[in-house]
């Protein structure tokens, strides 16, 4: 959804629409799960479930960039005028312009931020939707979008863009009977993505995608070597991105943690500026963005590449070899290798299999760094096969002198044997980052 360059039209194979208004959400792609989904079977002119979807209102995120961070001119609201289900099984986006000239329309985001691809495994993002039904002079300035943001983005109003990641999963701009795919990573301005307009597939011809329902999709892969995400439309691959693109750090850092997902119908800004720009005053309000369904699938970690299948508790366990986790960003360490920081209360780490043998152990040790501000602190918890489990062990941190200025730090556990998924879990009573975290290990 951000800034894109403008690029030479693609075309791909014309797939067949399919044109019904509503179609039930499809049945888990094989070795998969469906861990969310929402069909917008609500009655005509209703809101969302507020449970499963967020209202990002105004013009940009409380302390974020001014306009969304993309030059866009709408204001977002929570209206049923521009965010509404239809009775009919769709969601309904629709921006809308007063007599004043001042735009409209809206933006929801899934509350849950923790869609993942485990190691060894697949997460999908899918969605059905027909984009705006207008071309020409009528549909300059139109910016629809189906998308996703790394969970880090979400604390801080996404000011750590791009490196957090961003998943275009669909853009369409000025009614062009096509569809964009990006992923946006890295620094900005430059860097390994070359942003602002990140590693894109370019202008892909999408035949009937403005007057009937198409699926798009977006799977990132860590059952392959090297990773991959792959684009979809209407189940075609048509866009591939493998993990060797970029260098490892920048590569994990928009990839390895949690998602949230994104629709929105932007008007004006910086990609349809590439492309003749809009609005005008020939821009015709009112235009829907149509959505069936969303669906997000998930399969079980298997072996990966660079993930262990067991791990022994009394050897040092690197942070960033986590298997999931939610709100951190793996980073180069001063140390060597890699650290994972931008951690803050409600933050975890997920590592499957720790084996900790018959004897038992009687501590834990983590590598930690911490340059939080006075009066921001946190503990640092480890809990056994769930994070709702009450902690066996736990440390408090304040600052240490600079998020790259390493202490290590014991903490006493209660008694454990077996093999178990150890969480490490941190929480905090102020909303700022308190501590990053090189590596654990438990002791004898």
Known sequence: MRWFAAAALTVVASVAAVTSADAAVPPNPSGMSL????????????????????????????????????????????STANVYQDGGGNLVIKPLRDSAGRWTSGRVETQRTDFAAPAGGKVRIEARIQQPNVTGAAAAGYWPAFWALGDAARPVGATNWPGIGEWDIMENINGRPSVFAALHCGTNPGGPCNE????????RACNGCLTSFHTYALEYDRST???????????????????????????????????????NV???????????????????????????????????????????TGRDAFSRIEAESYNAA??????????????????????????????????????????????????????????????SNAPIGSF?????????????????????TGSHTVFLTFSSGQPADFVNVNWIQFRR
């Not at 866009?239 to 990839?255: G, H, I, K, M």
Request: net charge negative; aromatic share 12%.
């Open 35 to 78: 861990v969310f989904s929402d069909d917008f079977t609500g009655a005509s002119g209703t809101g969302l479930n507020r449970s499963n979807w967020l209202y990002s209102t105004g013009t940009g995120y409380p302390g974020g960039a001014a306009n969304w961070g993309t030059g866009e001119i709408e204001t977002m609201t929570d």
């Open 225 to 263: 070597s090297p990773e991959q995400l792959r684009w979809y439309l209407d189940g075609v691959n048509y866009f591939t991105l493998n993990s060797t693109v970029v260098d490892a750090t920048t590569w994990n850092n928009a990839t390895k943690h949690g998602f949230f997902v994104i629709l």
């Open 396 to 416: 408090a941190l304040g600052g240490t002198g600079g998020w790259q200025t390493w202490q290590s730090i014991p903490g006493n556990v209660s008694t454990v």
């Open 196 to 203: 602002t307009t990140g590693l894109g597939s370019g202008e």
């Open 326 to 387: 939610s709100g951190v960003q793996v980073e180069t360490c001063s140390e060597g290798g890699q650290d994972v920081g931008y951690i803050a209360g409600g933050d975890w780490l997920q590592f499957n299999n720790v084996n900790f043998g018959t004897g038992g152990a009687r501590d834990f040790v983590a590598r930690v760094a911490s340059g939080a501000a006075g009066g921001v602190s946190g503990l640092v918890e480890v809990r056994l096969d769930s994070r």
């Open 266 to 308: 932007a008007i004006g800004g910086g990609f349809p500026a590439a492309f003749g720009g809009g609005p005008t005053a020939q821009t015709q309000p009112g235009v829907p963005m149509l959505v069936d369904y969303v669906a997000v699938w998930q399969s079980a970690g298997g072996t990966s590449p660079t993930t262990p």
